[in-house]
């Protein structure tokens, strides 16, 4: 699949975004639930948990990464590829791994481009941002005006 004109600028962008995160440095940020465990389960056997960063509180992976959505997707089946997926790899679905505290989105999956089971929320397939550096990193917020994390009902925060 050739890349578009929009896909090569936000590959662009992408790249200006990682540079910039190396010089500037993070940003902190904390879990909302607490790191020992919920009901027998610890935080990272939960497929999805909330996480507080600077736009409030957010959806992240069990590794504490931010979770976003390509509006361009919807609820259809994950459009970003290639080049795209190269920037913001999608997050495969983790078999029988409950959501989190104070998670109240529908978890799912939806099959990726490479065949494999890609999460979705809500109905939307996710994604990760390549500038995320630490955990609770929202650098990807908001990028091209299509990129945007998720709040804890599933709902992009604009």
């Known amino acids: 699949m050739q890349p578009t ?8 962008l992408v790249a200006t975004v990682l540079v910039a995160a190396a010089v500037l440095g993070g940003c902190s940020s904390s ?17 999805v948990r909330v996480r507080t960063t600077s736009v ?8 504490g990464r ?18 795209c997926a190269g920037a913001w ?11 989190g505290k104070g998670v109240t989105a529908k978890v799912g999956q939806v099959k990726g481009e490479s065949g494999d089971p890609q999460l979705t929320v809500a109905g939307q397939p996710v994604y990760r941002f390549g500038g995320d550096v630490a955990p609770g990193d929202v650098r990807g917020q908001g990028q091209g005006g299509v990129w ?7 709902a992009p925060v604009r």
Do not use: H, M, W
Request: charged residues 25%; hydrophobic residues 30%; glycine residues 10%.
């Open 5 to 12: 004109g929009r896909t090569v600028r936000i590959v662009r």
């Open 31 to 47: 879990d909302d639930a607490a790191p020992t465990s919920n009901g027998g389960l610890t935080q990272s056997e939960f497929s």
């Open 56 to 63: 409030g509180k957010v959806l992240v992976d069990r590794s």
């Open 66 to 83: 931010t979770l976003y959505v390509y509006t361009p997707d919807g609820t259809g089946a994950p459009r970003c590829t290639d080049s």
């Open 89 to 99: 790899p999608p997050v495969a679905a983790e078999k029988d791994l409950p959501a």
């Open 148 to 154: 945007f994390v998720l709040d804890p009902t599933g």
